[in-house]
């Protein structure tokens, strides 16, 4: 049987991958497995959402956000769909996940299923996480992390996570079950603070001290809302050192994954394959957005994909492709069931366009909040309603609840729907199916609340989520 070791970054953008030819080398490691025999990057995955909760959600129950509803009206994966641990779990694997972002947690629902589920925060960390992990990234700390201070911030999780799965690794050699490994690697989100000898290098090539550079990265964290409210009043100086440390964060991940690869590489582990990933990406300042809140511009919506080990999606000829077809690909391969999932098998059909969504409680609470620093905030760009985004590899069309937009891609500003009316019309037909189809949600039950502890609460509020 296959394992399947499933990585996913957050907040990673593709353009700002090595994979994608931007002009700085942020993920040498990524690049290197995906030349190796055995693997390949895909040139337009597309997410299913644009922020952790719905577009995790997609991935672990295979399915689309309007289908389980987590992140869009409800904020729990409804018990009618199974998730991918457990259908992985009737097959005989052994499952397990780690996580420093609450939306991915018990209070979310997405820890079902799971034989072994770690949620990595300051308030689990004694009791939880191994006392020589621990140790270890004392010792690294000025390497790994912010240097000796209390303010959490500045710590990053990515190398606790590499010790603690290493160790898990190693367990699996023991056993006899396959396994199902999911890794949700945080350290790119905002706010933008990778460990000191990425901030140091930075800090000198721009001019600033790492005192400067880390003012501008809080700032930006604590203040996004008002940021957008006002228009992203940033100097090219600071557009420079947001990005540079945001980068950095990306870098710093891709370095702990490439150990990581190495590492299980070295067991020999029989028959592995490993998916890497994004839950989404990042607007930096597109559409004068910053964050992941309301946008589906593609800097927020085009993720890197990575798949080593399948030799049988490596001939998918398809222009574009989504989480979901990789996992109900991989389910197919091993005989698993699929009935609930949605994509499509990657070894014998095609993609030929995607489906992004975006919840209407996410666009109002993101609005309210952009209006209570500016009344006059124009509202009018962001269509109301549940907001499906269909892509080609030439166009992408929005639909709201009463209104659309067509763009010629790459230019997502201007709305071409007056001059391609034929598009238009197509893409409303291809909506109109897909809805009746795969778009309707599960259950029609009321929207689920979430299960948050203090904890959880706490953690999503310190990485500016909006929380009930």
């Not at 056993?175 to 901030?199: A, Q």
Request: charged share 25%; hydrophobic share 35%.
């Amino acid at each position: 049987m296959t394992n399947i070791i499933w990585i996913t970054i957050e907040s990673t953008r593709a353009d700002h991958t090595s994979l994608h030819s931007y002009d700085r080398d942020t993920t040498p490691n990524l690049q290197r497995i995906a030349d190796l025999d055995g693997g390949r990057s895909f040139s337009t995955c597309i997410s299913h959402g644009i922020w952790t909760r719905s577009s995790s959600a997609s991935i672990l129950t295979g399915t689309w956000p309007s289908r389980h509803r987590a992140g869009m009206d409800s904020e729990r994966i409804p018990t009618e769909l199974m998730t991918v641990p457990e259908l992985l779990r009737e097959e005989g694997y052994h499952t397990a996940a780690m996580s420093p972002n609450a939306n991915l947690s018990s209070g979310t629902g997405l820890d079902r299923g799971f034989t072994d589920f770690m949620w990595i925060d300051k308030s689990t960390l004694l009791d939880d996480m191994s006392k020589a992990t621990l140790l270890k990234y004392l010792f690294n700390i000025r390497t790994h992390g912010g240097g000796l201070t209390r303010d959490t911030w500045r710590h990053n999780t990515g190398y606790m996570m590499l010790d603690m799965t290493k160790r898990w690794l190693r367990s699996f050699l023991h056993s006899t079950e396959p396994f199902f490994l999911y890794l949700h690697f945080g350290d790119p989100h905002h706010p933008y603070y990778p460990p000191l000898p990425i901030l140091k290098r930075e800090t000198a090539r721009l001019g600033l001290s790492p005192k400067e550079a880390e003012e501008i990265a809080l700032h930006h964290h604590s203040h996004i809302d008002e940021l957008v409210a006002q228009g992203c009043p940033y100097t090219e100086e600071e557009w420079r050192a947001l990005t540079a440390l945001y980068d950095g964060g990306i870098e710093y991940a891709d370095k702990i994954i490439g150990e990581l690869f190495d590492y299980a590489s070295a067991l020999n582990l029989d028959n592995t394959v490993f998916v890497i990933t994004a839950d989404h990406g990042e607007s930096l300042g597109e559409q004068n957005l910053l964050g992941h809140k309301i946008g589906v511009h593609d800097g927020l919506i085009h993720v890197p994909l990575i798949v080593y080990g399948s030799e049988e999606m490596l001939d998918y000829a398809g222009e574009t492709i989504q989480h979901i077809d990789v996992m109900k690909t991989l389910l197919e391969s091993i005989g698993s069931d699929t009935s609930q999932l949605q994509g499509i098998d990657l070894r014998n059909e095609t993609r030929t366009h995607t489906i992004t969504q975006r919840g209407p409680c996410r666009r109002q609470r993101t609005l309210d909040a952009y209006r209570e620093f500016n009344p006059d905030f124009d509202v009018s760009r962001y269509l109301p309603g549940m907001l499906t985004a269909i892509r080609t590899t030439k166009f992408k069309y929005l639909k709201g609840e009463n209104d659309s937009r067509l763009y010629r891609l790459p230019d997502e500003n201007t709305d071409v729907a007056a001059y391609y009316d034929n598009v238009t019309q197509q893409f409303d037909e291809k909506l109109t199916r897909w809805w009746e189809h795969s778009g309707k949600p599960i259950t029609d039950s009321e929207p689920i609340d979430s299960a948050f502890t203090e904890a959880l609460r706490e953690q999503l509020t310190d990485l500016g989520y909006f929380v009930e």
